[in-house]
């Protein structure tokens, strides 16, 4: 079922699905469905132990790639082309540019009308932090950083797990990460069951992360940002965070930024002691948020060419 060509032609269908369409409204989500089944798994544990973690992770990592992988193989053996329908509408479906891009920009319009209400609102789809009582500044900070950190999350890593395994591997990928963001809590509920998602989605994003923290810092370079600032900010706070991968790009974000991002929030009404990434060299402000923006994008797409050209170049040796 693989062929380099075949990856290349769904991969590029993929992206423009993403950049022009953005979220499939009306169509039901493979991403939904893997929460579902999560849901299900962790309302019926009985024993939330890290052995019943384990279970709930192989079964969902089993079911989210074993149903695509079935679907491709009956639709490549009916056609080529009828194969390449279907891998390319998932890969575009396993895509968030667009909509990550166009959730975060209606927290930049709320703002640019002073609208504080309908931007805490906004950002509230967005984020796992409380937001009732966030200003104009923390509901920036929020959204840039949401930005930052699914610049990785929701295009550069999905974008290369299918690059080296089609859309079954951004199947195995999405999995992860959503197991991750629904259980994977150091809170009383999830602490033993949700430890082998968690530790399942730091591996799964260690090179990742990285990958993206140094195509943002190349983007940065192209956008005419402070690079030099963002490498500084870099190497000294990609670790300021409880995962050891999702501080790298907001890192990045925060130095070509020149501001501080992250510090302490409250998640379900309580206090979270975060440190802060990046240095305060100007305000925070809402026009802030375009350019996390234009970053992640120009990020996304730089990943995107790069991988397209190693496919290509392995196709014609």
């Known amino acids: 079922m ?134 104009d500044v923390g509901i920036t900070k929020a959204a840039v950083e949401t930005v930052a950190e699914n610049t990785s999350d929701g295009v550069i890593a999905p974008l290369l797990f299918m690059f080296l395994f089609g859309a079954v591997g951004g199947f195995f990928y999405k999995a992860i990460n959503t197991m991750d963001s629904m259980i994977g809590y150091k809170n009383d509920r999830y602490r033993q069951l949700g430890t082998a998602a968690a530790r399942l989605d730091d591996v799964a994003n260690f090179i990742p992360a990285r990958v993206s923290a140094w195509m943002m810092l190349l983007a940065g370079a192209i956008l005419r940002l402070d690079v030099k600032n963002a490498w500084k900010i870099y190497r000294r706070d990609h670790s300021k965070h409880d995962s050891p991968n999702s501080a790298h790009t907001e890192a990045v974000c925060a130095g070509a930024l020149r501001v501080a991002l992250a510090g302490d929030a409250y998640y379900f009404g309580k206090k979270k002691e975060k440190p802060t990434i990046g240095d305060a060299l100007r305000p925070v402000e809402y026009e802030d948020i375009k350019r996390a923006n234009y970053l992640m994008i120009a990020a996304s797409m730089l990943t995107f060419f790069i991988g397209i050209c190693c496919l290509f170049f392995l196709w014609i040796i």
């Open 2 to 135: 693989f062929d380099i060509g075949q990856r290349i032609i769904v991969l590029c269908i993929a992206v423009v699905l993403d950049v022009f369409l953005g979220d499939p409204h009306g169509l039901w989500h493979p991403v939904i469905g893997i929460g579902q089944l999560i849901s299900y798994l962790d309302k019926a544990s009985k024993r939330r132990t890290f052995l019943s973690g384990v279970f709930l992770a192989v079964i969902v990592l089993g079911v989210s790639v074993s149903v695509p992988l079935v679907i491709l193989i009956v639709a490549y053996m009916a056609h080529p082309i009828a194969g390449i329908v279907v891998e390319s509408f998932f890969c575009y479906q396993l895509l968030a540019m667009r909509s990550l891009y166009d959730e975060s920009m209606k927290v930049y319009h709320a703002l640019a009308k002073k609208d504080v209400e309908g931007a805490r609102h906004a950002v509230s789809m967005i984020v796992g932090r409380d937001t009732e009582a966030l200003d």
